[in-house]
């Protein structure tokens, strides 16, 4: 079974550039999770949709982050303007329903270097 | 709100001997708990999860946890640690009505000595 995809693995881009991360989650997963992992932190989560909806964007910075999943598969990850306290590994994770005890599966995540 | 508190960022242990990380959680209703697992420039992986079945919970590689409702614990074990366990792990939780948002502690890197 293929996990979930992420890309770029890397990227660097000059504050107050947009970067844009795509997700593809594990097929037949109707829940996906956007995560903000500072260094030397825990991930937090940003977004969660159910299918194409949104679940839970309580935490999403919504002045500059955006997120959208189209026809309830892959997602992408919108950042702009940048800024540099958004140096992070956002990860990208599904699972199959949203039930509190299903298992999030997470992708290797893309780095972010903002300078 | 829940929330997760691992004690110790860093935790160094020789080759065979236990490895115990430490997990207390703060929760309003029973909780979910998971630990999960990350190793260098990868993604985190499951390593065991309680779901208020068996209070003593196996998991891959070796590892157990056990669920302590009066201490509000889940702490991670491994009798003998390798030097593959080196790598970070979080201790998370989630609350059964606020869906499966997953709260994160801050994590534990864990350094094996041969």
């Known amino acids: 079974e293929a996990g979930v995809a992420q890309s770029p693995r890397y990227k660097i881009i000059e504050k107050r550039q947009s970067v844009a991360f795509w997700c593809n989650p594990i097929?037949?997963?109707?829940?996906l999770y956007w995560y903000q992992q500072i260094l030397g932190q825990g991930p937090k989560l940003l977004i969660q949709?159910?299918?194409?909806?949104?679940?839970?964007d309580s935490q999403l910075p919504k002045d500059r982050f955006s997120a959208e999943r189209l026809k309830g598969v892959d997602s992408t990850l919108k950042i702009q303007p940048a800024k540099l306290e958004d140096s992070a590994v956002y990860l990208c994770?599904?699972?199959?329903?949203?039930?509190?005890?299903?298992?999030?599966?997470f992708g290797p995540g893309t780095r972010l270097t903002v300078l | 709100a829940q929330s997760v508190t691992q004690l110790g960022s860093h935790v160094s242990v020789s080759e065979g001997a236990l490895v115990l990380l430490r997990c207390n959680y703060s929760?309003?209703?029973?909780?979910?708990l998971f630990w999960y697992v990350q190793y260098p420039n990868q993604g985190l992986q499951l390593l065991l999860k309680?779901?208020?079945?068996?209070?003593l919970v196996k998991g891959i590689n070796g590892f157990e946890a056990e669920f302590k409702k009066s201490e509000t614990s889940f702490h991670l074990t491994k009798p003998s640690a390798h030097m593959s366990d080196a790598a970070e792990y979080f201790c998370?939780?989630?609350?059964?009505?606020?869906?499966?948002?997953?709260?994160f502690g801050g994590g534990t890197r864990v350094l094996v000595k041969p």
């Open positions: 929760s309003s209703v029973p909780p979910y």
């Open positions: 949709f159910q299918n194409n909806g949104v679940v839970d």
């Open positions: 994770a599904s699972s199959l329903e949203e039930r509190a005890a299903d298992t999030q599966y």
């Open positions: 998370a939780v989630s609350e059964g009505i606020a869906g499966n948002k997953l709260t």
């Open positions: 309680y779901t208020s079945a068996a209070t």
């Open positions: 097929s037949g997963h109707a829940t």
